[in-house]
């Protein structure tokens, strides 16, 4: 049994309640603007002592996240060659990145009402992108370790401030076969 709640809680979660019910998301218009996050083919070359040795695939990268972290050279890629596409949950080594304002704001959600934090740059409705992501690769563990950081140092006065931040996400090559 958990705690009994008190009258104040109760009437919270039922404004809540009121707030969820009453909103209406706003129609998409016909031929309304969408947000353009283009993607360019590189060759990636894997790292995993699974795989075998020189494999490479062609992969799908964001260009602004490409662009934000210093070029394809500076992630270690190629131009798009005529490597394979990569296997069924392969997910390649990437650095990511969040640029953030000097400042937190609070603000409400729109459906519900409820305060939150909101620490990526511009305001809501702004569409100014704020997360960044590209795949990176090395020819060793130790290579990519020191490229990873170099990127890191290079890009930290870039976040805006001290609720910016920037983390890598290790590369996951699944083994699997079929028949």
Same mark, same amino acid.
Request: overall charge positive.
């Given at each position: 049994?958990?705690?009994?709640?008190?009258?104040?809680?109760?009437?919270?979660?039922?404004?809540?309640?009121?707030?969820?019910?009453?909103?209406?998301?706003?129609?998409?218009?016909?031929?309304?603007?969408?947000? *353009?996050?283009? @993607?360019?083919?590189?060759?990636?070359?894997?790292?995993?002592?699974?795989? /075998?040795?020189?494999? +490479?695939? &062609?992969?799908?990268?964001?260009?602004?996240?490409?662009?934000?972290?210093?070029?394809?050279?500076?992630?270690?890629?190629?131009?798009?060659?005529?490597?394979?596409?990569?296997?069924?949950?392969?997910?390649?080594?990437?650095?990511?990145?969040?640029?953030?304002?000097?400042?937190?704001?609070?603000?409400?959600?729109?459906?519900?009402?409820?305060?939150?934090? *909101?620490?990526? @740059?511009?305001?809501?409705?702004?569409?100014?992108?704020?997360?960044?992501? /590209?795949?990176?690769? +090395?020819? &060793?563990?130790?290579?990519?370790?020191?490229?990873?950081?170099?990127?890191?140092?290079?890009?930290?006065?870039?976040?805006?401030?001290?609720?910016?931040?920037?983390?890598?996400?290790?590369?996951?090559?699944?083994?699997?076969?079929?028949?």
């Amino acid at each position: 049994m958990g705690r009994r709640k008190s009258a104040r809680q109760i009437e919270r979660d039922l404004a809540y309640a009121k707030a969820r019910e009453a909103y209406n998301p706003p129609l998409r218009e016909e031929g309304a603007a969408t947000q *353009r996050r283009p @993607k360019i083919a590189v060759k990636y070359a894997v790292l995993s002592p699974l795989a /075998a040795t020189d494999s +490479a695939f &062609t992969i799908q990268a964001s260009s602004s996240g490409i662009q934000f972290f210093g070029g394809i050279a500076a992630l270690g890629l190629a131009a798009q060659g005529t490597d394979p596409s990569e296997p069924r949950g392969f997910r390649p080594a990437q650095v990511r990145a969040m640029v953030a304002d000097s400042s937190p704001a609070v603000v409400r959600a729109k459906g519900s009402n409820r305060p939150y934090v *909101r620490y990526g @740059k511009g305001t809501r409705d702004s569409n100014s992108q704020y997360n960044y992501s /590209a795949p990176v690769t +090395a020819e &060793t563990p130790a290579a990519l370790d020191t490229r990873v950081k170099a990127i890191f140092t290079a890009i930290k006065p870039s976040l805006g401030g001290g609720y910016g931040r920037v983390w890598f996400e290790a590369e996951l090559y699944p083994l699997s076969s079929s028949g």
